[in-house]
């Protein structure tokens, strides 16, 4: 009997050890996807960018889906930090494999699209804008890493990688987008403003955002994170924003992307000055002399 019973032990252990293996496995394998879908966007960058150059006919709309991709990495870098929370499966190896495949899908990626799409027009600032966005987003994973344990558990401290790739890539898909026709008249009357004004939105506003996005990375503004929203702690007005925003979402994705993620950062950005200046208000006032 207990032989039989030390046999079946022996068998279960194995079992075990492989399913933990499997559990440790899988938040690894959708950080690897993440990764593949970023060099992906960049193959089918360049691409595009060539037979743009060799004025050669397609029937593929040039540059969408390497934006898709990006924002598909992005959805899949939520969900390895998601899996990985969940299973209690959170290690150092994971941590840093993240930050290099963040690299090549939120920084490389949305840096050398931004660049082949827009900023090629701008000879000098255009190359240099892109090569700050990177070295930028390299330096706020790095940082990340550094910091995440203390710093970064409730918020963000500076604009997370994967929102500032979102803005570039879906600003591609606005861009590019012919949707908007039947999507009532305030869409047609901003996406018609923007066709009008496509060359000083795109000579002037693009570079612009690029560069406040690269900076606003590094910066100390804080975002904040998804990460501590659960059952306890969220609200039901939070969850109708969330309503509203799928809907839209599912309505025109690619303006309801770029709105967002625009509002997120800029949003960010005013709370951070607003706060600022209160801080220096009250300061005034207390270094005031009291009058006798």
């Known amino acids: 009997m207990v032989a039989l019973k030390n046999k079946f032990e022996n068998t279960e252990r194995p079992a075990k050890s492989r399913l933990r293996k499997t559990i440790y496995l899988l938040p690894n394998l959708l950080t690897a996807a993440n990764m593949v879908l970023g060099?992906?966007?960049i193959t089918f960058a360049i691409n595009d960018s060539?037979?743009?150059?060799?004025?050669a006919e397609t029937k593929v709309v040039p540059f969408v889906l390497s934006a898709k991709l990006i924002v598909l990495a992005a959805f899949m870098d939520f969900f390895d930090g998601f899996v990985a929370r969940a299973t209690g499966t959170t290690s150092k190896f994971g941590q840093e494999f993240d930050s290099l495949s963040d690299l090549v899908s939120f920084g490389m990626a949305p840096a050398l699209l931004i660049y082949l799409s827009v900023l090629r027009y701008l000879p000098f600032w255009g190359i240099?804008?892109?090569v700050l966005y990177v070295v930028c987003a390299a330096i706020r994973l790095a940082r990340f890493n550094v910091q995440a344990q203390v710093e970064e558990k409730t918020q963000f401290m500076g604009l997370p990688s994967p929102a500032a790739a979102g803005i570039l890539a879906s600003y591609i898909l606005v861009s590019h987008w012919a949707g908007f026709y039947g999507e009532g008249i305030i869409v047609n009357k901003v996406m018609g403003w923007y066709e009008e004004n496509l060359s000083y939105f795109e000579l002037y506003g693009i570079p612009v955002l690029t560069l406040v996005i690269a900076l606003v990375m590094i910066s100390t503004i804080g975002y904040p994170s998804m990460k501590k929203l659960n059952k306890e702690t969220i609200r039901p007005i939070t969850l109708v924003f969330i309503a509203i925003?799928?809907?839209f979402l599912f309505k025109m994705a690619?303006?309801?992307s770029f709105v967002v993620?625009?509002?997120y950062?800029?949003?960010g950005i005013i709370?951070?000055?607003t706060k600022k200046s209160i801080g220096r208000l009250r300061d005034n006032k207390v270094a005031k002399p009291l009058k006798v």
């Open 261 to 263: 993620l625009t509002f």
């Open 128 to 130: 240099s804008i892109a």
């Open 265 to 267: 950062l800029f949003w």
């Open 39 to 41: 060099i992906l966007s």
């Open 50 to 55: 060539l037979t743009l150059s060799m004025a």
């Open 271 to 273: 709370k951070f000055l």
């Open 254 to 256: 690619e303006l309801t």
């Open 245 to 247: 925003f799928l809907f």
